[in-house]
């Protein structure tokens, strides 16, 4: 980043040496033209979780997803290949499907029937015959790039971005040695919940582990906040992984069982929480400068303890994120006060986990995304 592209505020202007540095100024986090910045410079450009590829298993299966502000097709077609499209009809810009569905043959635009194959070809247009220089070839769906890395699924809009694989390097490693059963893993649960916070704040508290001592009694009774080491740090992902302590009624572990985390840019983060084998892969959406719409799913694989998976999803979805969305939300609302603009970036020369440096490199990519 240059000089004349970090951002000021009340207590200086941002810094790429994090022990230096004060935080993002407050407006990073409500003002409208800056979201508008990070629609067309980040969401329309990177790749961002959309599911996983079980969600799909037959021909004709089908399922629509936001990237942010923009509406996608994900489809397995006859050949049971996954492909993306953007899930608007190529005559009047009518969306085409909602929801998710199965055995579909073919796509039909219910406002004038145009229709067309699983692969984006348009294969009728009701009464076009007549048209001067209408050619059915340029009409076909809008494709969206589609990348798979261990069963996940990621889209990206940029036609022009880099593949995944070279965005991620060895991403797919760190989930499959990890994970010694993650081969088997489906989702088993999902959550979606709406957060009235900026996407960027509800990122912000998934990318350190600062605050699992004070916000957090039941997790710290789980986790061992002394352990926390990287594992791996790449430009568009960080892998984390920390100890646990023997837990608490109900939720019983081995003391020294493996948490991990990994945090992915631009918008997903992942925990593999002790207990049992699992995943929970984690999607923060924006919409709008004010509210964010957080999904997550519980990968298991199938024979997964029962009660031992239910405990994990109790922890998660009932428990720490429950506590994550009123800290947010908090947050949110105080970055709009008079009376803060900026902070300080708490962090350790090891760039661990339990201090602010993953929250400093998170932001650093965002100024360098908005700078163009």
Request: net charge negative; with cysteine.
């Amino acid at each position: 980043m240059k000089g004349t592209d970090l951002p000021a505020g009340e207590r200086g202007a941002f810094d790429p040496e994090a022990r230096r540095s004060p935080t993002l100024p407050s407006r990073y986090y409500h003002d409208a033209e800056i979201h508008r910045g990070e629609l067309r410079a980040i969401f329309h450009r990177s790749w961002c979780y959309v599911g996983h590829a079980s969600q799909l298993p037959r021909p004709g299966d089908y399922r629509v997803e936001q990237v942010a502000d923009q509406c996608i097709l994900l489809l397995r077609d006859g050949k049971s290949q996954l492909r993306a499209f953007f899930n608007v009809c190529q005559h009047r810009g009518h969306q085409l499907l909602s929801g998710a569905g199965s055995g579909r043959k073919r796509i039909v635009c219910p406002y004038h029937a145009w229709t067309y194959g699983l692969d984006g070809r348009l294969l009728q247009a009701p009464h076009t015959e007549r048209l001067q220089g209408f050619d059915s070839a340029e009409f076909g769906l809008r494709p969206v790039r589609l990348a798979q890395c261990a069963g996940l699924l990621f889209a990206n809009l940029d036609p022009a971005a880099a593949d995944f694989e070279a965005e991620y390097p060895g991403l797919e490693e760190t989930f499959t040695s990890s994970l010694p059963g993650y081969s088997d893993f489906e989702p088993a649960r999902q959550f979606d919940f709406d957060i009235a916070a900026n996407w960027k704040i509800v990122v912000d508290n998934f990318s350190e582990g600062y605050h699992i001592p004070v916000a957090h009694r039941l997790l710290t009774r789980v986790l061992d906040n002394s352990t926390g080491q990287c594992r791996r740090q790449e430009r568009n992902y960080a892998f984390f992984e920390s100890r646990s302590k023997s837990g608490y009624d109900g939720y019983e572990i081995d003391a020294g069982s493996p948490y991990r985390s990994w945090t992915l840019w631009p918008n997903t983060c992942l925990l593999s929480l002790p207990g049992c084998e699992n995943l929970v892969v984690i999607r923060m959406a924006p919409d709008g400068p004010d509210r964010c719409r957080e999904h997550a799913d519980l990968l298991a694989a199938p024979h997964a303890p029962a009660p031992r998976l239910d405990a994990v999803r109790q922890l998660f979805a009932e428990q720490f994120n429950v506590e994550d969305i009123a800290i947010v939300e908090s947050v949110h609302r105080g970055l709009q006060s008079l009376g803060y603009d900026q902070g300080r970036y708490v962090v350790d020369a090891e760039g661990g986990w339990y201090s602010e440096s993953g929250l400093h490199q998170f932001h650093c990519r965002i100024l360098e995304a908005l700078a163009g």
